[in-house]
């Protein structure tokens, strides 16, 4: 069955350093998402892109972040300048089609650690 | 902004009970979906709900969307400790950008 796959798992950076997490969404998806989620916390939406473009994004997602979809399958999420704040758990999701609904697909997520 | 919120945010049960979480939305959905996260993983989909009224069964779990497609509910009959984890509710205003907004989850743990 496709699945979302992400790398790394875990990523553990100095504050002020870039971390690029990378994530490769179910081939046949059109919409793919960002989210985060604090040790404890709910999921919270960071961002949403579609046709190259992103279509929605939240107050998390200031200045310092940004997405990519550099070639055909990557999606990757980039945090320029880290924060201890921004440790948690950060999921890309990926959905079919406008006809699929809201259904996302989750990836199994990377362990940001900032110290 | 939208907010999606979900209650209990635990509940302890012994196998065999009854499990219930609901999900209450500030505005008005287009859609609603049900996720499940155990321990140290992510969220997998279970369902996907978009009828006014609409109530969908997956063995022992029932989904019910509100009337008002702002409230919605999971019920799970004979708990087993296999549905231990955090289920979470997530809203859609529309299916354009298709953001989900999650509640806070419910957290179940089965006493075996």
């Known amino acids: 069955e496709p699945e979302v796959t992400q790398t790394p798992s875990h990523q553990v950076t100095q504050m002020g350093q870039e971390v690029i997490l990378r994530c490769v969404p179910i081939s046949n998806h059109l919409y793919f998402y960002w989210y985060r989620q604090i040790l404890g916390q709910k999921v919270e939406f960071l961002v949403s892109?579609?046709?190259?473009?992103?279509?929605?994004k939240s107050e998390i997602f200031d200045d310092q972040f940004s997405v990519e979809r550099p070639d055909g399958s990557n999606f990757t999420l980039k945090i320029r300048s880290t924060k201890l704040e921004d440790s948690a758990m950060y999921f890309c999701?990926?959905?079919?089609?406008?006809?699929?609904?809201?259904?996302?697909?989750f990836g199994a997520g990377t362990r940001l650690s900032v110290l | 902004g939208q907010q999606v919120m979900q209650i209990p945010q635990y509940q302890h049960v012994q196998e065999g009970e009854d499990f219930t979480t609901y999900c209450n939305s500030s505005t008005t959905l287009s859609n609603i979906q049900w996720y499940k996260q155990r321990p140290g993983g992510h969220p997998v989909f279970l369902i996907q709900l978009v009828k006014s009224g609409e109530v969908k069964k997956q063995k022992r779990l029932t989904f019910q969307f509100g009337e008002a497609k702002k409230n919605s509910s999971l019920h799970i009959t004979a708990t087993q400790t296999t549905d231990v984890g955090t289920y979470f509710c997530?809203?859609?205003?529309?299916?354009?950008?298709?953001?989900?907004?999650f509640g806070d989850g419910t957290t179940l743990t089965v006493k075996p």
């Open positions: 892109f579609y046709n190259n473009e992103i279509s929605e």
């Open positions: 999701a990926s959905r079919r089609d406008v006809a699929a609904g809201n259904i996302q697909y």
């Open positions: 997530a809203g859609a205003l529309n299916t354009n950008a298709g953001k989900s907004t």
